[in-house]
């Protein structure tokens, strides 16, 4: 990808998210700023990851997953769950196990419990279209990331 595109992209703010799955008696989790709503009945809600990726496999065999919309002061999870091996990644996190056998992060602004419905490869990467199944959401503002970096608390609001 060239640098002026990726430069052109950047200006789009997005929301940070971690997204999670329970496969093989292991958790895999990744930072992701591609989440998306899709639509509210029923309700869909989407993310990609890299065909290259190394935990893709796990993602689309997992039958479902977990998104936490990360809180701004959450930035150092953001930067953990985007390097490093899943024991690197998880390790010191506080997050609660749901009923799906899928970790929710604590402290987050929102997540979206989903199962798996559909797997759309794009380019070079596959969209992971998903029906929410639970949800929740605090007090938290969101982290935001736009220009290649996290938004300034200042800006920002609550959710609820």
Not at 68 to 79: G, M, N
């Amino acid at each position: 990808m060239s640098r002026a595109y990726r430069d052109a992209l950047s200006c789009f703010a997005t929301g940070v998210t971690v997204v999670t799955a329970h496969y093989e008696v292991q958790d895999w989790g990744m930072t992701c700023n591609s989440f998306s709503s899709v639509s509210l009945e029923p309700r869909l809600v989407l993310w990609s990851i890299r065909q290259s990726a190394s935990s893709r496999a796990a993602f689309v065999s997992a039958g479902g997953y977990t998104v936490s919309v990360l809180s701004h002061e959450q930035q150092a999870l953001a930067r953990q769950f985007s390097t490093g091996d899943m024991a690197q990644r998880f390790a010191g996190v506080s997050a609660d196990r749901l009923e799906s056998g899928r970790l929710r992060l604590a402290g987050s602004s929102a997540w979206f419990d989903c199962a798996l419905i559909q797997v759309i490869p794009a380019g070079d990467h596959d969209i992971l279209l998903g029906e929410v199944r639970d949800f929740g959401c605090s007090v938290e503002p969101p982290l935001i990331f736009a220009k290649s970096q996290f938004m300034p608390d200042r800006q920002l609001a609550a959710c609820s």
